[in-house]
Nanobody
Framework: QVQLVESGGGLVQAGGSLRVSCAVS????????MGWFRQAPGKEREFVAS????????DYADSVKGRFSISRDNAKNTVDLQMNNLRPGDTAAYYC????????????????????WGQGTQVTVSS
């Protein structure tokens, strides 16, 4: 059974930092590109960041570029999102997704390309 379990969300003041993690089991982790998405109430789920299965290539939404950093540990089957200089507009539930791929250098921005999702972790940024 495939499981993606996010952790590390919470409440932080604007300008602060948080690190959210996603622990993956039940699949061959190195065959999957990983991504982080977020969804605020009343809005669609939106792309935040993605990383190739090798970890060599990353991609970020313009709104988080320079503030967020995605990384993965293929030995531990985890993918992290380090979030710095947080803003109230970053408030959302954050979800990790796994996209099966045979390509080493492709990252994915679209929710439809992801095969599995976690249950989400809430990040709230106060002003």
């Amino acid at each position: 059974q495939v499981q993606l379990v996010e952790s590390g969300g919470g409440l932080v003041q604007a300008g602060g930092s948080l690190r959210v993690s996603c622990a993956v089991s039940g699949l061959t982790f190195r065959r999957y590109a990983m991504g982080w998405f977020r969804q605020a109430p009343g809005k669609e789920r939106e792309f935040v960041a993605s990383i190739t299965w090798s970890g060599d290539f990353t991609d970020y939404a313009d709104s988080v570029k320079g503030r967020f950093s995605i990384s993965r540990d293929n030995a531990k089957n985890t993918v992290d999102l380090q979030m710095n200089n947080l803003r109230p507009g970053d408030t959302a539930a954050y979800y990790c997704g796994a996209a099966h791929t045979l390509a080493a250098s492709i990252v994915y921005r679209h929710t439809g390309t992801y095969d599995y999702w976690g249950q989400g972790t809430q990040v709230t940024v106060s002003s």
